[in-house]
Each structure stands twice: as C-alpha cells, then as structure tokens.
C-alpha cells in the first residue's frame, strides 16, 4: 500500500526484531535491522491456511453436534488426538506386582539410615526383580538371618546445573503440583504478574510472557542477577568466568532424552551394619 501511495520513494525498508522488551534489546534492534525473512512469512501463511482449513471448518460443525464446545483448530485438535492415544494406552495397561525390600541400619554411634536390597540369590535386582509376597519374605528371611558391616564409604562431588525458566508447562506443572493451582488459576495469577502491580505509585510487571517454549535468559536480567548476587553474597559465589565462556553469554537449555538436567547431589555412599527389614509391596 506504500508502495502504492509512492511513498517508499527512496526509503531503505527493513525490519527490526528483538525477542524482550528491554532498553538494550530496542536499541540492539534497531542498529541491526535486517530484512524479511521470506521463511517466516511463509510459515504465517502456512498457519492461516491451516486455520482456515481445520479451525473455521470443524468449530462450526462442534456447536453444532456437541453443545458447549467452544473451538477447534490446528493445535486443540492435535493436542486432544495426543490426550486420547495416551489415555488409550492408560485404559490398556496391565498392572504388574513388584516387591521391595528396605532395611533399616544403625550404625555404632545410634544413626540410622535405610537400605534397599540390590541383590539376591547372586543376581542383580531390578524394580520388577521381586515379584511376589514370598519371594520378598524369602529375602527378609535371608537379611535376617545375617549380620552386616560398612565395607566402605565413597564420597563424590556433583555438579548440578541451576534449573532453566519455566516455560507454559512447567510452570503449569510446578504450581499444581506445589500450590495444588489448576491451569487456569496459574495462568490468570501469571497474566496479573506480567502486567504489572503497583509498586511506589508504579505499575511494574513483575514476570516475563509467560506463555512461551522459550527459556532464554535477558541479557539485562543476567548483569541484573551477577550485580544482586555479588553485592549480596560472597563474590566467591558469582565467579567472573567458567572457561573460556563468559557468564553473560551462558544460557539455559531445555532438557530433552538426550541432555536432562542432573539432579544429584553430593552425597557419601554406605554399605548396611545391623539391621532391621521390612518389605513393602506396589503396583506399576
């Protein structure tokens, strides 16, 4: 339409981007602008064909036939075709019957800790290793019928990594299972904290957008974070540098099969010295 009014007329058209609304972002932006990114406007019009075709064709034919519903389209549709073939393999699962068997130990100077049986009758055993009432009572039998002694103690040093920001879903998941919040209370409490609450006689949003898959960290907020942390704590806690990569420059990653976060801890290994068993049964 510019084009068409002539008022392109020597402009140099681009296109700025920046992915947080800070200061430094804005400017960062607009002293790189680039150009349209064809791709991307590609894969818009990919989503609006398929708006079209799925959500502006089947919602309709939902009020129809089923009273109440509200909408389809391209992602409810396959995000419910996902919840049913998980409920499907829910509905068709055996359950299978699996023992355990802890011990309870004291150790010379009255502390206590519990152990649970690895092997047995020369082999290892895995969660589903013990399988019935006497098989577990046999192993209670065989624990009872011995004593036992620290062979040795191991200790080791892990490294755990901070956990990345919540994205849609785990934050989602944290307040439920935490707070015992359903979705919706979680995501208006959230929309309250974007938007800003008064703080001094200025509305500051408190979170950033939380309806995202992203888990990059604001340059800004990190500087932030260094600053808070070494006027805080001891600057032993907040290093300069790790390798060859700056903090500034390091960011969280999503876990997949592949990278999980670690979530082990330091912690010293021990064999059992005197006991008291128990068993107990579950069901997976």
């Not at 979170?207 to 898959?213: A, F, G, L, Q, W």
């Not at 990059?216 to 907040?238: F, M, P």
Request: hydrophobic share 35%; charged share 25%.
């Amino acid at each position: 339409m510019l084009n068409e009014r002539k008022a392109l007329k020597g402009v140099d058209v681009k296109r700025v981007v920046f992915n947080e609304v800070t200061k430094s972002a804005v400017l960062e932006a607009f002293a790189h602008p680039r150009e349209i990114n064809q791709e991307l406007v590609d894969a818009y019009l990919a989503r609006r064909a398929l708006d079209y075709l799925v959500g502006f064709t089947l919602s309709p034919v939902l009020w129809r036939k089923l009273p109440g519903s509200r909408s389809a389209g391209r992602v409810q549709s396959v995000a419910l075709r996902l919840i049913c073939e998980r409920e499907a393999e829910i509905e068709v699962f055996k359950a299978q019957e699996y023992w355990s068997v802890e011990v309870t130990f004291k150790t010379a100077d009255g502390a206590s800790f519990v152990a649970r049986l690895t092997h047995f009758d020369g082999a290892k055993l895995d969660r589903l290793g013990i399988t019935s009432q006497d098989h577990a009572e046999r192993a209670k039998a065989a624990i009872e019928a011995r004593s036992f002694a620290v062979s040795s103690v191991e200790k080791k040093t892990t490294r755990r990594h901070p956990q990345p920001p919540f994205t849609t879903s785990t934050l989602q998941q944290e307040a439920s299972r935490k707070l015992g919040f359903g979705a919706v209370r979680t995501m208006q409490l959230a929309q309250r904290l974007y938007e800003g609450v008064d703080i001094g006689g200025e509305t500051v949003g408190l979170i950033s957008y939380m309806r995202t898959d992203g888990v990059q960290l604001s340059a800004d907020a990190i500087a932030g974070a260094r600053t808070l942390i070494a006027a805080t704590t001891a600057t032993s806690i907040c290093p300069a540098s790790r390798g060859s990569i700056a903090p500034s420059r390091r960011t969280p990653r999503r876990p997949t099969r592949r990278s999980g976060r670690p979530t082990s801890a330091a912690a010293p290994r021990r064999s059992p010295s005197t006991s008291t068993p128990s068993s107990s049964s579950s069901t997976s």
